[in-house]
């Protein structure tokens, strides 16, 4: 019963528009999404000069330059056809 009432003070507290975060460790949250797995990909030599020369242009890593196309690609995907 303590900790509804703990929960229900810090909600309307954030619902005041009050800073609720000095209630909260941050120090162990996680984003599990957001951990990296690392993967392995098989690229034709031609792509890697062409993909370097891009993201060279753009000022970027090649690895930057990938994870922004297929970020891209991603969201692309995930827009319903019209």
């Known amino acids: 019963m303590k ?3 703990i ?3 810090l909600e309307k507290k954030f619902e005041q528009g009050d800073d609720v975060m000095d209630y909260f460790d ?3 949250a996680t984003r599990p ?3 990296k797995e690392r993967i392995n990909l ?3 030599h031609w792509m890697i000069l062409r993909i370097d020369r ?7 890593p090649r690895q930057a330059q990938i994870k ?4 891209q690609k991603l969201k692309e995907e995930e827009q319903p056809a019209m």
């Open 33 to 35: 999404l957001l951990e």
């Open 42 to 44: 098989d690229i034709p």
């Open 26 to 28: 941050l120090s162990r």
């Open 7 to 9: 929960a229900e003070n």
């Open 3 to 5: 900790n509804k009432t």
């Open 68 to 71: 922004e196309w297929l970020a």
């Open 54 to 60: 891009i993201a060279r242009r753009k000022g970027l």
